[in-house]
């Protein structure tokens, strides 16, 4: 059995609709049939009782008719009931008087049959079997009557079928406008919440816009209980916005900043002592890479989360064309493969850093050829670079993402691409792998969890 915080959890996650509609069935599931049961048995004790009154007012036309004739020694009734039933053999409606003795008297309808009685003064309404298995709502009581030494006991009993039949009838008509009710309730409540919830989904429809970059606010026409909401989550927003851009400038302020004082300085550390130069040049360039590195990671848009979508042929092909132009001056055959049609949500200048910094690293160690694949599978961008270079070990390509680490000592370059790239590769929560290619060299494949949107060439 599941503990309470696991039920609590989940009940807490239900949606608004979820328990508005749940909240509705336990009416229409509990309310309805509880109502539906007091009706019927408020309707059956009635119509119960209007048809006791009935047997009660024929009871009373009874005892105001009967006699007893002393000449004949027996009991008279010349009442007529005004119901032609009470003289047709077994019709189902029945009157009878007796004291019990040598002195009875029925209706016709009652023929050789007797009802039963039981004694008492007061009125007595009950159900009884009569002739032929019938069931019968009887009416009896006890009345003197002279010259008669025992009570006369008179019954009148009437077949109750069509008081059955009219108390099923009631129940079939009330138990079907229940249900009629029930589905028109929920019918109801569940256009209500849909019409209801509809500026919830219309905002959450926003917020994805919002996410992916269509849009830089969300929209506040909506009720007055939610616009108060997107006003200040739109002020959340603009903020955030305002400090990422000013964080941004300030770093490459911070960087620029720094370039002079640099530059003077390794001014200065050519003047010093031959063996102190190695030193200074040694720290100088640590605070070269790190300002590098700073400036690349605060430029970066990251995650693409509210990045508009770009055309990633538009925001290579220039860079691409001029790394072409840089390959065929080393003498190196650079083969591209880049869609036309291809849209990523990335930021232009991420998508140029993480493709150029590849790049370049394989130009520097190519001796011949260098392949760039960029293709989509799903919603992931894949991009592989592979070069016909020396390659690297497992403990190499470990090393080569560590900022500032370079390889080859003797190369050109400050050892920051490949951490560079792979900075930006986890700030869009993408994988980065580093492996021999099939041309022999490095194999560079980062899948980017990117939405990729493709529309047709209009060429």
């Not at 005004?82 to 009652?110: A, I, K, N």
């Not at 790394?323 to 083969?335: G, K, N, S, T, Y």
């Amino acid at each position: 059995m599941m503990p309470w915080p696991y039920w609590q959890g989940r009940i807490a996650r239900r949606s608004i609709a979820s328990r508005l509609l749940v909240a509705t069935l336990v009416i229409v599931i509990v309310g309805l049939p509880l109502a539906g049961f007091l009706l019927s048995h408020h309707y059956r004790e009635s119509a119960t009782q209007a048809f006791d009154d009935r047997l009660e007012a024929l009871l009373n036309v009874v005892i105001a008719g009967v006699a007893f004739d002393r000449v004949e020694q027996r009991l008279i009734f010349d009442r007529d009931l005004g119901d032609p039933r009470f003289d047709q053999v077994y019709s189902g409606w029945y009157w009878q008087m007796t004291d019990g003795q040598q002195h009875t008297l029925t209706s016709r309808s009652l023929w050789d049959q007797r009802l039963p009685t039981h004694d008492g003064n007061t009125l007595i309404a009950r159900t009884v079997n009569g002739p032929r298995a019938s069931s019968l709502r009887l009416v009896e009581r006890d009345i003197q009557l002279a010259p008669l030494d025992q009570p006369l006991h008179i019954s009148v009993a009437a077949e109750d079928q069509a008081l059955i039949d009219n108390v099923h009838q009631f129940q079939q008509w009330l138990w079907g406008g229940l249900v009629g009710l029930g589905t028109l309730l929920l019918t109801v409540l569940a256009l209500q919440i849909r019409w209801g919830l509809a500026p919830l989904r219309r905002m959450r429809a926003n917020l994805r816009e919002v996410e992916n970059g269509e849009a830089k606010q969300l929209d506040t026409r909506l009720p007055d209980e939610l616009a108060g909401l997107a006003t200040t989550m739109n002020a959340v927003l603009a903020r955030d916005q305002r400090l990422i851009e000013r964080g941004r400038h300030a770093a490459g302020n911070l960087a620029h900043a720094l370039k002079t004082p640099l530059s003077v300085m390794r001014l200065l550390a050519r003047q010093a002592p031959a063996e102190q130069q190695s030193a200074w040049e040694a720290e100088l360039t640590r605070i070269d890479s790190a300002v590098r590195h700073h400036l690349a990671r605060a430029s970066a848009a990251g995650e693409g989360g509210r990045v508009a979508p770009v055309s990633l042929n538009e925001a290579l092909a220039p860079l691409i064309n001029g790394l072409a132009r840089l390959a065929q001056r080393r003498d190196i055959h650079l083969e591209h493969t880049l869609p036309r049609d291809m849209q990523a949500h990335m930021d232009a200048q991420d998508a140029q850093e993480i493709v150029g910094n590849i790049l370049d690293n394989a130009l520097r160690w190519a001796k011949g050829e260098v392949i760039l694949t960029l293709e989509a599978h799903g919603e992931h961008l894949q991009l592989c670079v592979s070069d016909d270079g020396p390659g690297m070990s497992p403990a190499d390509c470990q090393a080569a993402l560590q900022r500032g680490k370079r390889l080859d000592e003797k190369r050109s370059g400050s050892g920051l691409g490949l951490s560079i790239v792979a900075d930006l590769v986890a700030l869009y929560r993408g994988d980065m792998q580093l492996e021999r290619a099939a041309l022999g060299g490095l194999a560079v494949t980062i899948t980017l969890p990117v939405v990729v949107i493709r529309r047709p060439d209009r060429r």
